[in-house]
């Protein structure tokens, strides 16, 4: 490529997406932004006021949902308490919240087990994993993903990822998830790591691992592994890194949460910068303070 493709990492937003985020997009030199899902916190009508901005951005955008989108308050205490009755109940309307949702974005893509040519660069795929991951190896929102996708165990859905990753023509890859893959460490600052229960613990999915090992074997370049879930401020203190580079794979931890914070008596905004050159990608934190 002439010049590096510039890609805008965006991580959980939970309502913190405005009109300088708007304008600051558009006015940039990416060529596509790609976000990491959980639009609203704890009810739907938020998230569609969010998605109502994205929909202002001018450029190529790509999100998978994540575990607060299209879920009302009770319907995600259900799937993190597994209770396979109540979860059947309550997923019944996620349908009709999914399309709505997806009618406030406009234009911006909605992916979910699908891959995506990278805008300017034909060699490069994005490879948009399992959407409403919670973490821990769990299939949750199952209803909704039998529905919608056919998938109804995890072995599915690893099978799944990695049929995406045999059928798309690109040899370089970069991962879209809402929650990271296993394998990156189980203490509870693990970029990962489980920092709500004593005995902590891995809580990556196995079916992304399982697909990003299969694009290794299959011979292609895994560039980069987007996701968040787990934000970076750990529950009882510490801060969990947002960036490891392991196997030549960039992993990318984006949710920085809130994005939107003060500090020294300024307004910043948070992102992060993928730089796709021939050589590789070029990693740098944006924190951009509102003027």
Known sequence: ??????????????????????????????????????LANYWPHEGLAVARQLARLQKPTLIIPGNHDTLTAPQLLAEIKQWPRLRRWLAWGQPRRLRQWQQA???????GYSA???????????????????????????????????????????A???QLVDETSSQRLIFL??????????SRDAMWGNDFWPEAGDFGDSDLREAIEFAQQK?????????????????????????????????????????IFGENGRIFHHHIRLSLTDDGAIVTEQRCPEK
């Open 116 to 158: 995506h040519l990278v805008p300017g660069c034909d060699d490069v795929a994005v490879i948009v994993a399992r959407p409403f991951a919670m973490g821990g190896s769990v299939l949750h929102c199952q209803p909704q993903l039998q529905r919608q996708f056919g998938i109804s165990t995890m072995a599915e859905s690893a």
């Open 1 to 38: 490529m002439k010049t590096p493709v510039q890609i805008a990492l965006i991580g959980d937003i939970h309502r913190q997406f405005n009109q300088h985020d708007v304008t600051q997009f558009n006015q940039s030199d990416y060529d596509l932004l790609l976000c990491t899902g959980d």
């Open 105 to 111: 974005l406009g234009n911006v893509q909605v992916g």
């Open 219 to 259: 011979g292609k370049t895994v560039l980069a592994v987007v996701a968040g879930h787990m934000h970076h401020h750990v529950k009882g203190g510490g801060q969990r890194p947002w960036h490891l580079e392991q196997d030549g794979v960039h992993y990318l931890n984006a949710a920085r949460v809130p994005r």
């Open 160 to 162: 799944r990822l990695c």
């Open 177 to 186: 998830a809402h929650n990271g893959p296993t394998g990156l460490g189980a």
